[in-house]
């Protein structure tokens, strides 16, 4: 049996260069774009090849963990070493110091209600009852027909 297509010009060392990428928060759409590829061509990868799946979705994880660590010391705000320079009689003078960064609102509001959702969800649910909590009697429905105005008439 012969295979038809054209080759896929996958190479073995495309599998630690996604993991390099995607660890940087590289999309899909960036790979293809890295390798030269349509985007299928990532995804077909993906599917042909185990070891560049793993590494994809290794790459893409330590991101989102990343990210998951800037949004949680976004809530709960952090301290950090830096340095002011200043310039004092002519001299560059460099002194070390702590800043603060004060926790976020939105950040904890966000960390929350993805973390929490059964305490911080947005959604309310209302629910309505009749006499004694129990179900709300119709009584009648009447039948309204609305009818679109013709523009030819002039009622």
């Known amino acids: 049996m012969t295979k038809r297509g054209r080759p896929t010009g996958y190479r073995a ?3 630690a260069q996604a993991a390099k990428l995607c660890a940087l928060g590289a999309t899909d759409h960036e790979l293809a774009d890295f390798f030269g590829v349509d985007t299928r061509t990532i995804y ?6 185990e070891g560049f799946c793993q590494a994809v979705t290794c790459g893409k994880e330590m991101a989102d963990e990343r990210v998951e660590r800037a949004l949680f010391n976004r809530a709960v705000g952090y301290t950090f070493e830096s340095e002011k320079v200043f310039q004092f009689q002519g001299e560059v003078i460099r002194a070390p110091t702590l800043e603060h960064v004060p926790p976020d609102p939105s950040a904890a509001k966000l960390w929350l209600t993805n973390r929490r959702p059964d305490r911080w969800r947005e959604k309310q649910e209302h629910e309505l009852s009749g006499p004694g909590g129990g179900p ?3 009584t009648s ?3 309204v027909i609305v009818r679109p105005k013709n523009s030819d008439s002039h009622g």
Request: charged share 35%.
């Open 13 to 15: 060392e495309f599998a």
């Open 141 to 143: 429905v009447e039948r």
């Open 44 to 49: 077909r990868w993906k599917n042909v090849h």
């Open 136 to 138: 709300v009697q119709v």
